[in-house]
């Protein structure tokens, strides 16, 4: 679908379309009314021109001195970037060290606990022993005393006949 007369118009600012190639511009020759332009004048021109050469210059200058700053920045975030992942890295082995050292303490607690009864038992057996020993002591004495009282008697006899 080729465009309507009238929108080409639009675009054109309603002039018909141009047709064939662009028209070269006029050679405009200044008429003798316009005066020459004093040297001053074109001085003004060309330093207008070179301090836009100059402002260009400028400006891709600072334009790479910003691109040489991001870069850097860029390799500054990246090597914290590497710094962080490390400290990352270090404080997950600390965790997991912590966590190991958590399940020794609990081992360490349950194997106390564990003792502990040992120790309570041993001790109630101590007591169950000295209790044993005390008693056995006891009996030994009540022994020793009646084998005594019975040589003492047999010799007592003993010696009465002997006197017979």
């Not at 020459?36 to 402002?55: F, I, M, S, V, W």
Request: charged share 40%; glycine share 4%; hydrophobic share 30%.
């Amino acid at each position: 679908m080729g465009r309507t007369r009238q929108t080409a118009r639009k675009s054109t600012g309603g002039k018909p379309p141009r047709k064939g190639p662009p028209r070269p511009r006029p050679i405009v020759i200044p008429s003798r009314g316009t005066p020459e332009p004093t040297d001053e004048e074109r001085l003004a021109a060309l330093r207008t021109k070179a301090d836009l050469r100059n402002g260009v210059r400028m400006r891709d200058c600072v334009i790479a001195k910003l691109r040489r700053k991001v870069r850097q920045r860029d390799e500054a975030l990246d090597a914290l970037q590497d710094d962080y992942d490390v400290l990352q890295d270090d404080d997950d082995e600390k965790e997991d060290t912590i966590l190991e050292l958590e399940e020794d303490m609990l081992g360490m607690a349950a194997e106390l606990e564990h003792l502990r009864e040992t120790e309570a038992a041993l001790t109630s057996s101590q007591t169950a022993l000295d209790k044993r020993i005390a008693d056995l002591l006891t009996e030994v004495a009540i022994l020793s005393r009646a084998c005594d009282c019975k040589r003492s008697r047999a010799t007592s006899f003993s010696s009465e006949d002997d006197a017979l």
